[in-house]
């Protein structure tokens, strides 16, 4: 169905516009795959506050004439011609009548919610390539969506969006689903910029970035984004991500209890493939799921799915499509916020200190269930940089907003305030208590 939607958008001449905000590692890699170009698809512009880095983008794309401009009226004749331009102004692309989505993939919080809710209020759909958003802030990003009458969603090809369309794909076939989450190759908390720093440099990564997804800080927001888009919590702090040798074995891996209890995120550590998501259907029709095991998904009752692959550049084509084409989310919050990540110290941590930026030398993120991070008045650690700490915490302890002084108010304080305020500690989306909240630490 998408494929013949976009195919006849193509040959009517109607490609789907893409403005793209952000030209870091992911913005080049989708940029390079948008530029084949798709079909029923094109990037109509991009957006970076350091031009060179467009420029680049568009060149490893193949796609030489480019428009550069900050004029409006200049843009949006460039794109009617067929020409994608090149800004540092966001909002030129955000606000453009020439651009029918947007595509935020800067990793930013408050600039990225800015541009985002500038993108609901000129009534266009936004795929937000931006677990670091998406879990912070989220659920009220939809319900301003949902006002206007857009989508707001993640994209396939990242884990939760992986993990999503395959729990979609399941209950659309009659299939009980009570566990999703990602395939994760390994875990350690304490990596910092410095020990990243080689990785990095070897794969051209931001190091930072890097180091937020070895230290399960990425992974938390994650599953966090899965689970707040399944209605699933998770069974205790840090989830349980059992070391195996293949995804399959989470079946008699994960608590039984807790899958039951509502459906729980989760992830497997090491297994094979090592990347992609994994959804855990049960099956009690003893003659299911028998079916099931002759057809090689385990002895039951809990059988395991799995994607072998998450690629963001590819797969977030048919994010765009679903999303413009027939106003479908790939995966958004449901309504409230059932996870949240919390901030830890990743040392210990001294009064008077500054707190730095996600994936840094200061703290690693933790998802747990909102009524429990409510419940001690948890930082989240969307909103941890810049924090000085007004008391000293001890290395492995979630901070809590008594643990520090905020800076200036930032939008994300805000959107974060009306968040808390529409769906407050103890509210039905956010009540579920944890199983087990002791720190997991591996």
């Given at each position: 169905?998408?494929?013949?939607?976009?195919?006849?958008?193509?040959?009517?001449?109607?490609?789907?516009?893409?403005?793209?905000?952000?030209?870091?590692?992911?913005?080049?890699?989708?940029?390079?795959?948008?530029?084949?170009?798709v079909?029923?698809?094109?990037?109509?512009?991009?957006?970076?506050?350091?031009?060179?880095?467009?420029?680049?983008?568009?060149?490893?794309?193949?796609?030489?004439?480019?428009?550069?401009?900050d004029?409006?009226?200049?843009?949006?004749?460039?794109?009617?011609?067929?020409?994608?331009?090149?800004?540092?102004?966001?909002?030129?692309?955000?606000?453009?009548?020439?651009?029918?989505?947007?595509?935020?993939?800067?990793?930013?919080?408050?600039?990225?919610?800015?541009l985002?809710?500038?993108?609901?209020?000129?009534?266009?759909?936004?795929v937000?390539?931006n677990?670091?958003?998406?879990?912070?802030v989220?659920?009220?990003?939809?319900?301003?969506?949902?006002?206007?009458?857009?989508?707001?969603?993640?994209?396939?090809?990242?884990?939760?969006?992986?993990?999503?369309?395959?729990?979609?794909?399941?209950?659309?076939?009659?299939?009980?689903?009570?566990?999703?989450?990602?395939?994760?190759g390994?875990?350690?908390h304490?990596?910092t910029?410095?020990?990243?720093?080689?990785?990095?440099?070897?794969?051209?990564?931001?190091?930072?970035?890097?180091?937020?997804?070895?230290?399960?800080?990425?992974?938390?927001?994650?599953?966090?984004?899965?689970?707040?888009?399944?209605?699933?919590?998770?069974?205790?702090?840090?989830?349980?991500?059992?070391?195996?040798?293949?995804?399959?074995?989470?079946?008699?891996?994960l608590?039984?209890?807790a899958?039951?209890?509502?459906?729980?995120?989760?992830?497997?550590?090491?297994?094979?493939?090592?990347?992609?998501?994994?959804?855990?259907v049960?099956?009690?029709?003893?003659?299911?799921?028998?079916?099931?095991?002759?057809?090689?998904?385990?002895?039951?009752?809990f059988?395991?799915?799995?994607?072998?692959?998450?690629?963001?550049?590819?797969?977030?084509?048919?994010?765009?499509?679903?999303?413009?084409?027939?106003?479908?989310?790939?995966?958004?919050?449901?309504?409230g916020?059932?996870?949240?990540?919390?901030?830890?110290?990743k040392?210990?941590?001294?009064?008077?200190?500054?707190?730095?930026?996600?994936?840094?030398?200061?703290?690693?993120?933790?998802?747990?269930n909102?009524?429990?991070?409510?419940g001690?008045?948890?930082?989240?650690?969307?909103?941890?940089?810049?924090?000085?700490?007004?008391?000293?915490?001890?290395?492995?302890?979630?901070?809590?907003?008594?643990?520090?002084?905020?800076?200036?108010?930032?939008?994300?304080?805000?959107?974060?305030?009306?968040?808390?305020?529409?769906?407050?500690?103890?509210?039905?989306?956010?009540?579920?208590?944890?199983?087990?909240?002791?720190?997991?630490?591996?």
């Amino acid at each position: 169905m998408l494929d013949t939607a976009l195919r006849r958008r193509e040959a009517d001449g109607r490609p789907i516009r893409v403005g793209m905000i952000g030209a870091g590692a992911t913005g080049r890699a989708i940029a390079l795959q948008l530029g084949t170009p798709v079909p029923g698809i094109r990037l109509a512009g991009i957006a970076n506050r350091t031009p060179a880095n467009a420029e680049r983008a568009f060149r490893e794309a193949g796609i030489a004439n480019w428009k550069n401009t900050d004029q409006p009226g200049v843009a949006a004749e460039s794109i009617r011609r067929g020409v994608p331009v090149l800004t540092d102004d966001a909002e030129l692309l955000v606000r453009s009548p020439e651009i029918d989505l947007i595509v935020e993939a800067t990793g930013s919080i408050d600039f990225a919610a800015g541009l985002v809710l500038d993108a609901i209020d000129h009534k266009k759909h936004a795929v937000i390539v931006n677990a670091e958003l998406d879990s912070l802030v989220g659920p009220i990003l939809k319900t301003k969506a949902d006002a206007a009458g857009v989508v707001i969603t993640n994209t396939d090809g990242d884990e939760p969006g992986v993990a999503m369309t395959l729990v979609r794909y399941l209950r659309g076939i009659g299939m009980k689903v009570v566990a999703a989450g990602n395939i994760k190759g390994m875990v350690d908390h304490y990596r910092t910029p410095e020990t990243q720093r080689e990785f990095a440099a070897r794969y051209d990564q931001n190091v930072w970035k890097v180091t937020s997804f070895a230290d399960a800080t990425k992974l938390s927001m994650e599953t966090t984004v899965l689970a707040n888009a399944t209605g699933f919590h998770v069974g205790r702090r840090g989830m349980y991500g059992p070391p195996c040798k293949d995804v399959r074995e989470l079946a008699t891996l994960l608590p039984a209890e807790a899958m039951l209890d509502g459906g729980i995120v989760d992830y497997s550590l090491g297994a094979e493939p090592r990347t992609g998501g994994f959804a855990i259907v049960h099956e009690t029709n003893p003659l299911k799921s028998a079916q099931l095991t002759y057809y090689r998904m385990g002895d039951g009752p809990f059988h395991v799915f799995f994607t072998p692959f998450h690629l963001p550049h590819l797969q977030i084509a048919s994010t765009i499509g679903r999303a413009a084409l027939f106003n479908d989310a790939t995966v958004t919050p449901l309504d409230g916020p059932r996870c949240e990540v919390l901030a830890v110290a990743k040392r210990d941590l001294r009064a008077g200190e500054k707190l730095d930026a996600i994936g840094g030398f200061c703290t690693y993120g933790l998802i747990d269930n909102s009524s429990a991070a409510r419940g001690i008045n948890a930082l989240p650690i969307g909103l941890a940089e810049g924090c000085t700490l007004a008391r000293d915490v001890a290395k492995d302890s979630a901070l809590t907003m008594a643990d520090v002084r905020m800076p200036a108010e930032r939008l994300s304080d805000k959107l974060w305030g009306e968040q808390q305020q529409r769906w407050p500690a103890g509210s039905q989306a956010s009540a579920r208590p944890a199983l087990e909240r002791d720190l997991v630490t591996r």
